[in-house]
C-alpha cells in the first residue's frame, strides 16, 4: 500500500521544486538547461531599478574621491528614491491581492514593453532551440561526466586564496558567500532570505554586469574588474 504521505507531497510539489529536482539530473543535455536558464533569466531580474544602481555606483566612485560632500547628497537622493520604490512595491502588492497574477499578466499583454521582453525571450528560445537540434553536442553520458566535473576557480590577493566553483545551474550567491565577500560584496538578510546587497558589479569601461559566478570568472580572466585579484582554473 502506498504511502498517502508521499503520494501527497509529489502531488503537491511546487512547479519551482519540480524544476530545480529535473534541472540536475543527468538525462538533460546542456542545451536543454541552458535554454531553461535563459527562461528564468529573463525575469530574474535584480529587485533594484537602473536608478538606484546608478545612485549607488555615483556614491561609491564619490566615496573613492573622498568627495564627501557630493556623496552624502548623493545618499539623500538614494533615500528618497528608496522610499518612492518602497510605496510603489506596497501598492503592487497590494494590486497582486486582488486579483491572480495571470489577469495582471493578461492585462500587459498589449503593452509594447510586455511584449518586448515576451517576444524577445520567445526569439531567443527559438533560436537556441534550433541551434541545440541542428548541433547536438555529445551524448548523456557526457552530459552526466560534465555534471559531476564542476570548474573550481582560486581567486587571490594580498596573500589570501578562495575558491569559487562554476556552478551550475543557478544556485544562491550566499552558497559561495566566502569568495563573493572576498571579492567585495556584501550581503543582506538571514537564513534562506540571504541575498546579495547589490547584484551588479562594475567592469573597468563602466558597464554594469550581472554578480553571477559566469560574469565574475570571466571579468577576473579578461582583467576587466577586481583589480589586484588574480584567478587560475584548479
Same mark, same amino acid.
Given at each position: ?23 540536475? @539530473?543527468? %538525462? ?7 535554454? =531553461?536558464?535563459?527562461?528564468?533569466? &529573463?525575469?530574474?531580474?535584480? $529587485? #533594484? ?76 528560445? @527559438?533560436? %537556441? ?7 547536438? =553536442?555529445?551524448?548523456?553520458?557526457? &552530459?552526466?561526466?560534465?555534471? $559531476? #566535473? ?85
Amino acid at each position: 500500500m502506498p504511502d498517502s504521505n508521499t503520494a501527497e507531497s509529489v502531488v503537491t510539489l511546487s512547479s519551482k521544486a519540480e524544476y530545480e529536482n529535473s534541472i540536475n @539530473l543527468s %538525462q538533460h543535455v546542456p542545451q536543454a538547461k541552458t535554454i =531553461s536558464e535563459m527562461v528564468l533569466d &529573463a525575469f530574474h531580474t535584480s $529587485k #533594484e531599478s537602473d536608478q538606484i544602481r546608478d545612485l549607488r555606483a555615483a556614491i561609491r566612485q564619490a566615496h573613492d574621491r573622498f568627495d564627501d560632500d557630493q556623496a552624502y547628497e548623493l545618499m539623500g537622493q538614494l533615500k528618497q528614491l528608496k522610499d518612492a520604490e518602497a510605496a510603489d512595491i506596497a501598492a503592487l502588492e497590494d494590486l497582486s491581492s486582488k486579483f491572480p497574477i495571470s489577469r495582471i499578466l493578461s492585462s500587459f499583454k498589449d503593452d509594447p514593453a510586455f511584449q518586448e521582453l515576451v517576444y524577445g525571450l520567445a526569439l531567443k528560445v @527559438l533560436n %537556441q532551440t534550433h541551434q541545440a537540434i541542428s548541433n547536438p =553536442s555529445g551524448s548523456k553520458g557526457k &552530459a552526466a561526466r560534465a555534471k $559531476k #566535473e564542476v570548474e573550481v576557480f582560486s581567486i587571490s590577493k594580498d596573500g589570501l586564496t578562495v575558491t569559487l566553483p562554476l556552478r551550475t545551474p543557478r544556485s544562491k550567491p550566499s552558497v559561495d558567500r566566502q569568495a563573493y565577500e572576498f571579492l567585495g560584496f556584501t550581503f543582506v538578510g538571514e537564513g534562506d532570505e540571504l541575498e546579495l546587497e547589490n547584484e551588479t558589479f562594475l567592469d573597468t569601461s563602466g558597464t554594469e554586469q550581472p554578480a553571477t559566478r559566469k560574469a565574475i570568472i570571466t571579468a577576473l580572466q579578461q582583467q576587466t574588474a577586481f583589480a589586484g585579484y588574480s584567478i587560475a582554473a584548479q
